[in-house]
């Protein structure tokens, strides 16, 4: 990775390597397809996933702050955009429209979650943020009583998908010979964006902003005597992650369709913070390896758990979602204790974490 | 006002329940500052060890009371949620002692995930129906014959956590090893330089820790008819947030915090629905008015929003008075 990125060094190597390895990134959906297109669809959840956890790598990684109820602004994010382009109010507007908005209600969320926690040491912050998780998860599943808003734990059905004038993401188009399904297109949307999103995350840690929140998580103390505002700076660090999740939720909710207060709920806030702990808290190409192992482990398993255990047993013991989620736990456990700073650490991230052992 | 003494009771019987959990999380912040994440779950494998036992000696014909079918349940799932609470510590506490203050706190949601899940493989993904077997007699509290009861269930758990409270609370300031938990909170360097085994020491707290967590979870499971492999997180969440609202580390302070968290949550969840009916308003608009007309309970936030009390009250707790009620000053160790 490093070679292909180090474009001073070797610059022949490295454009040759990020040229194949672009290629590799715009054939893959066809090749994808080939497999069916729920591969297609898989890749584009586990995108998602890469958005979130590089959301809340901002918060945890960058600025040393655990957020256990990330998934909440995932869920406002989403919301939004199925309030504003469902049948359900019949407000249909454009996505481009609704996604500054659910970003900005979602950024709107972080403030007022960080606001009143700042004073806070890490693990009482631990654990607001993950009450915080649950009260957007009650309201969610409660706001349909007088006034029904978010239509309770039925959810909100038929969202609109993206649409540009007569150009929808939902229909199949050919082109050049080649059949653009509706998810081959949100891959390309995605990737773009994806780009988009990793490099304002290495330009952001490189930043002035970026040396605050890494000074603020190694000692606060001497970065305030260094003349850094935590309290705004920890503020920042709550609206940019927050805004990622709120993005990356209006586009679930867009490839999805449907969303109910189900997809929410703590275990996916753990999820993706095991994403983030297993490919190395503060490094951002860390942070991708993690969600993409992480979010292809389930398939991965559900075509190896249940032949093995056939196998074995005869029968199915324990279904595939269960070993997933053992496998999160233990993946938090074992990397804390055997490799804190991840599989991809950052180098300051891991001085920080194993210096005192 | 049966209304209210109804609420109060169910209320303190929650609270001393909370109070129970809430002293295992205080112990054990008291004396290494790590929020035991996984404790919710400690709780939860004592109720499902219990169920086990209490559904195969009942199911057994056993003849023996079902007083003392409860008692066996609680007396096995006492020493196996202590090896629990002894593993954990030993596992993946202990070796990150001196590490940074997320790693711990990271195993222990690890933790929380492999029990919930475990428990959910050995015993099931469905609420596990808790035996009735105790036949449950209400008592008249007032002279009105619809009005406030208390139960059996209810007086026996009252009974059985102010005897554990007491008990603690002599362990902790009579005993030879209280005092040495209570050096070892104070300064662990210290406290080993005068001859305590702090390893033990802590390994001990975990073990109590996880006893009275298992008792709390035998108690829920009987009061509230039902075990969940999940039950553990709700209910630890709300248990740590009586904790923090008592003032965490202090034993006290953890007792009156779940007391306190019960009352508010059993009226919050009597009174919510009826306090934000919007039809007490509807002389205000001419559209309320009407929907009033069709059905009186316009409710804002109904008993439903129950769960959300507990967040509130630990917010507010950590925004106003981050020492809790009878918590000293919190050094501001980052």
Request: proline residues 25%; neutral net charge.
């Given at each position: 990775m490093r070679a292909i990125l180090d474009t001073k060094g070797n610059p022949k190597l490295a454009w040759a390597g990020l040229a194949l390895v672009g290629i590799a990134l715009l054939v893959l959906p066809f090749a994808l397809a080939a497999m069916g297109t729920a591969w297609v669809r898989i890749t584009n959840l586990a995108i998602l996933f890469v958005f979130l956890a590089l959301g809340l790598n901002i918060v945890v990684g960058f600025a040393g702050l655990l957020d256990l109820g990330y998934i909440a602004f995932y869920a406002v994010g989403a919301y939004v955009y199925a309030l504003l382009a469902s049948p359900h109010f019949n407000i249909h507007l454009p996505f481009w429209v609704i996604l500054p908005i659910g970003a900005a209600v979602a950024c709107m969320f972080g403030v007022l979650l960080g606001a009143p926690t700042l004073k806070l040491r890490g693990d009482y912050l631990a654990i607001v943020t993950l009450g915080f998780g649950e009260i957007i998860r009650i309201f969610l599943n409660n706001l349909s009583q007088p006034v029904n808003i978010t239509n309770g734990p039925q959810g909100v059905t038929l969202i609109d998908p993206f649409r540009i004038g007569p150009f929808s993401f939902r229909d199949t188009e050919a082109f050049l010979g080649l059949a653009f399904s509706g998810p081959i297109k949100y891959y390309y949307f995605l990737l773009v964006v994806l780009l988009a999103i990793i490099v304002i995350n290495l330009r952001l840690q490189d930043s002035r902003i970026g040396r605050a929140w890494e000074a603020i998580r190694e000692d606060e103390v001497a970065a305030r005597a260094m003349g850094i505002n935590t309290r705004n700076m920890k503020l920042l660090a709550f609206a940019m992650g927050a805004s990622f999740g709120g993005i990356a939720g209006g586009m679930f909710s867009a490839i999805q369709g449907f969303i109910s207060p189900e997809s929410f709920i703590l275990l996916e806030s753990i999820m993706v913070l095991a994403m983030v702990v297993l490919g190395g808290m503060g490094n951002v190409w860390g942070v991708i390896v993690g969600a993409l192992l992480l979010s292809f482990a389930p398939e991965v398993l559900r075509y190896t758990v249940e032949p093995v255990q056939q196998a074995l047993f005869g029968r199915m013991l324990v279904e595939p979602e269960v070993i997933r989620m053992l496998l999160f736990g233990f993946a938090l456990v074992l990397m804390m204790l055997f490799r804190p700073a991840g599989l991809l650490p950052s180098a300051t991230r891991k001085r920080e974490l194993e210096v005192r052992r | 006002m049966d209304i209210f003494i109804q609420q109060l009771i169910n209320g303190v019987t929650l609270g001393s329940v909370y109070a129970i959990v809430a002293l295992g999380y205080t112990m054990v912040y008291g004396i290494i500052q790590l929020i035991n994440f996984a404790h919710g779950e400690v709780v939860m494998i004592g109720a499902m060890v219990a169920y086990s036992v209490i559904v195969a000696l009942a199911g057994a014909g056993a003849p023996l009371p079902p007083l003392a079918i409860v008692l066996a349940g609680a007396l096995v799932a006492i020493p196996v949620c202590m090896a629990v609470g002894f593993t954990l510590e030993r596992v993946a506490y202990r070796p990150l002692r001196r590490a940074p203050r997320l790693a711990p706190l990271i195993t222990a949601i690890g933790l929380s995930i492999i029990l919930q899940h475990l428990a959910m493989i050995v015993w099931s993904r469905n609420p596990l129906p808790y035996p009735q077997i105790v036949k449950s007699v209400s008592y008249h509290l007032?002279?009105?014959?619809n009005g406030a009861t208390i139960t059996n269930v209810q007086i026996a758990i009252l009974a059985v956590s102010v005897a554990m409270m007491a008990g603690l609370m002599a362990l902790v300031y009579k005993t030879r090893l209280g005092i040495a938990m209570r050096a070892t909170a104070q300064n662990q360097a210290v406290a080993g330089l005068m001859g305590i085994d702090v390893n033990k020491v802590i390994a001990l707290t975990f073990v109590i820790a996880g006893g009275l967590g298992s008792v709390a979870g035998v108690m829920v499971g009987t009061y509230y008819g039902i075990a969940h492999y999940q039950m553990g997180f709700l209910l630890g969440l709300k248990a740590f947030s009586a904790a923090v609202l008592g003032g965490i580390g202090n034993l006290a302070g953890a007792m009156l915090g779940g007391m306190l968290l019960g009352i508010i949550e059993a009226l919050g969840a009597g009174y919510v629905g009826d306090l934000t009916n919007l039809c007490h308003f509807a002389d205000w608009s001419e559209a309320l008015a009407q929907r009033c007309a069709v059905d009186p309970n316009v409710v804002l936030f109904g008993s439903n929003y129950q769960d959300v009390f507990a967040f509130i009250v630990l917010i507010l707790v950590l925004v106003f008075r981050p020492s809790g009620l009878l918590g000293e000053r919190v050094a501001d160790r980052a």
């Open positions: - | 007032t002279g009105n014959p």
